[in-house]
Structures are given as structure tokens and as C-alpha cells.
């Protein structure tokens, strides 16, 4: 397992009124670990910003993952744009970043707001020198990322957050820095972290961004490991085999469903124990199993789960994506979204008696399922699965 991986994830709210949005986020990562990504901000707003963004941020992530100069690639976007009529220009400022596994790699600024580079959560400035490719100047950082290094990428909604609102001015960029240091908290995702500065930037536009606001958040962290067993095997003859390759695995435990949890429970010659706590009318207690560090209820809490991580994959939602509750649901979304960057899944097949007669099966599980395994994908985590 290697000693730190790459995370990442972004927000965007669209400008009032406007059905799409000005800026565009491209993500590419690559198979040894590392990842390429552009921040793009079309010109203007609405539909034309839209394409002017769509465009250079797919040109400019899948020639610079694809390891072609850097020149280039502006060559070919400046080449690429369709010109606005009104203005007579044709261009989308861009962030591009590239990072290896190793945390390795450059940044790549034309005309967006300067990134804020946090190390031991403070703000520590980036090296910017000053590059013309192709016609256009631009600022150039080298990236020499280390544990818990968080850098946020961000378009001008940003620095315009709350003008003729609540700032006369802007958000100023020593006070975007400043707040990205009060917020800073090491257990916080990417993606949380991006949350957190594009819904303050949604307060202090009074709820109707003035502009095109995108917080694009990368982090270089270590992994974790987290292992959930979900329901129990089609053959109870299997129940010790499949508890033993659960337990033998490194990382965080879970068990999810009653049936699972006596399953594992007796393999490990212990017992269940029940909270009486309902912290959420629709989420059942949790249960605890000495050697597991979840154990929950299946189906329902599943379904809540899956509610949950709807709203944490999605980059137009401009709440904070936290979980606060202490339901099995909220807790199993803390484990699997924010703290996993590996999920290894063991779905039983077995029908469960206790829900004969109810309106739930063994589909609805394995459907929850590969809906979990869309998130985890979206998210960039890797997940192996076992049935059986």
C-alpha cells in the first residue's frame, strides 16, 4: 500500500438564473496512482461560457495526461475556442495540475484567482514564475506535495463572492486564506473541503451567486482501508471461511445487517450487542461486535446511506458535505466516503428469514449494492468485491 494517495474533489454553483454553468472540471487519473486536472472559466456566462470551458477543459486534461508539452497543449486550445462575437476574443482561464504518486508536479495558472497551498494547515505561498506559451503568459508552480498538503484551486466566483451583497469589494484573497486556515481540519476530504469554501462563497452571495463559483480541493493523504461485510453467504458452511477472510484483511471492519452481525459474531465466539439509541427515526440502532469498528442494520440503513452519498458526490449541491449524526447510516458515510480511500466489499448472497413478508429482499441489497459502486467510482476509490 503506498505511503500517500491522491484525493480530490470539487463544487460548482451556478451564476442566477442560469440553467448551466461557466465553469468546467476535468478529472484524469492515471493507473499508477497520480491525476491531472483542469479548472476552467469560460468567458462570460450561460451557454458560452459553458462551451468555452466544456472545451478547454477536456483538451488541456487529456493532452496533459497524456504527457504533451505544455505549449502545446495551449497551442491547441487557443486553436480550438470559437471566438465571442461581442468581445472579440476567444479564451476560458484555466488551472491545470498534474500530480504523480510521489506528489510530484506542476501547477499551471492562466488568469484564474491564485491557488491557496495549505501544509500543516497554514497557508505557505506557491513559487510562481512567470511563462509565455504560445502567445499567452501564464504562472507556472512546481508541486512537491507531502502528507496532509491540501491545495485549493478556485475560478473568479470566488474572489467576487458577496459584491453588492454582503462585501463591497470581494472575498480578498488573504481572507480566502485566512478562512481556508480556520476550516482546515485534517480528517476533512477534498471534496468536504471544497464544500466548505463554495458554501460560504453561496452565503455571501445571498444565496444567488452573482457568478460562476467552482472550489476545486486536492489533497495528498494516507490510505485507509476499509472492509464491510454486507448480508451472509448463500451456504451457512461458508460462514466461517468468508468471517476469516473478513477478519484477515488489514484496515477498518464493518459489518452491515442483523444476520451478518450474529454470522460474525459467532465465528468470532462473541456477541451482539444492541443500542437502544435512535438517533434517526428511519435508521435502526447500531450493534457492536468486539474486533469491529461498525456494526449496523442492512437494508434501511443502506438505503440512508445511499441518500446521503447522492448528495456528497453531487458538485452542484452547495450544503457542506459533512456527516454530524451518530445514526448507523451517518456513520457508515463518515467510514466509506470521507475516510476509505480502498473499499474491499464481501456481499453474502443468503436470503435473510427475517424479512419474509416485508417489502424488501435480497434485490434490494444487491441493488444498494451497485449504487455504492457508482459512488465509489465517481469518488476515485479503489474497491474490490467478493459475493458469495
Not at 7 to 16: H, M, P, T, W
Not at 116 to 138: A, C, D, I
Not at 285 to 293: K, L, N
Not at 337 to 350: S, W
Request: proline share 5%; aromatic share 8%; net charge negative.
Amino acid at each position: 500500500m503506498p505511503t500517500n494517495v491522491l484525493e480530490y474533489g470539487y463544487v460548482s454553483l451556478n451564476k442566477k438564473n442560469e440553467e448551466l454553468c461557466g465553469d468546467n472540471v476535468e478529472m484524469i487519473p492515471d493507473e499508477s496512482g497520480g491525476a491531472t486536472l483542469v479548472l476552467a472559466d469560460g468567458l462570460g456566462s450561460g451557454v458560452k461560457a459553458n462551451i468555452l470551458s466544456t472545451l478547454t477543459a477536456k483538451i488541456l486534461c487529456t493532452m496533459a495526461a497524456a504527457k504533451v508539452p505544455l505549449e502545446e497543449c495551449i497551442d491547441t486550445v487557443a486553436g480550438s475556442l470559437p471566438v465571442c462575437r461581442e468581445r472579440g476574443v476567444a479564451y476560458s482561464t484555466f488551472s491545470l495540475c498534474t500530480v504523480q504518486p510521489d506528489g510530484s508536479g506542476y501547477l499551471a495558472e492562466f488568469d484564474n484567482p491564485p491557488a491557496v497551498f495549505l501544509r500543516g494547515g497554514k497557508w505557505e505561498p506557491l513559487e510562481r514564475v512567470e511563462r509565455e506559451y504560445g502567445g499567452k503568459k501564464l504562472y507556472l508552480s512546481r508541486l512537491q506535495m507531502q502528507k496532509g498538503d491540501v491545495l485549493l484551486i478556485m475560478s473568479d466566483g470566488v474572489v467576487h463572492a458577496g459584491i453588492g451583497e454582503t462585501l463591497n469589494f470581494g472575498w480578498d484573497i488573504k481572507e480566502i486564506r485566512e478562512f481556508a486556515e480556520i476550516q482546515y481540519d485534517p480528517a476533512l476530504s477534498a471534496r468536504t473541503m471544497a464544500s466548505i469554501m463554495a458554501n460560504a462563497c453561496y452565503e455571501l452571495y445571498g444565496k444567488r451567486p452573482g457568478d460562476d463559483t467552482t472550489v476545486l480541493a486536492v489533497k495528498y493523504r494516507p490510505p485507509l482501508t476499509v472492509n464491510m461485510m454486507i448480508g451472509p453467504p448463500s451456504s451457512p458452511e461458508s460462514d466461517g471461511l468468508v468471517v476469516r477472510e473478513f477478519m484477515a484483511h488489514d484496515g477498518k471492519r464493518v459489518v452491515c445487517g442483523g444476520t451478518s452481525s450474529q454470522v460474525v459474531a459467532r465465528e468470532l465466539k462473541t456477541q451482539v450487542t444492541t443500542s437502544f439509541d435512535y438517533f434517526d427515526k428511519d435508521v435502526p440502532p447500531i450493534g457492536y461486535i468486539d474486533g469491529i469498528d461498525l456494526t449496523c442494520e442492512g437494508v434501511l440503513t443502506l438505503k440512508k446511506l445511499l441518500v446521503y452519498a447522492q448528495k456528497y458526490v453531487s458538485a452542484k449541491d452547495p450544503d457542506i458535505k459533512i456527516f454530524k449524526g451518530k445514526d448507523g447510516a451517518s456513520l457508515l458515510a463518515n467510514l466509506l466516503l470521507i475516510d476509505a480511500t480502498e473499499v474491499n466489499l464481501f456481499v453474502g448472497r443468503g436470503v435473510n428469514l427475517a424479512h419474509e413478508g416485508l417489502d424488501i429482499d435480497n434485490k434490494t441489497k444487491l441493488d444498494s449494492v451497485v449504487k455504492l459502486l457508482g459512488i465509489f467510482k465517481t469518488l476515485n476509490k479503489t474497491v474490490h468485491i467478493k459475493y458469495y
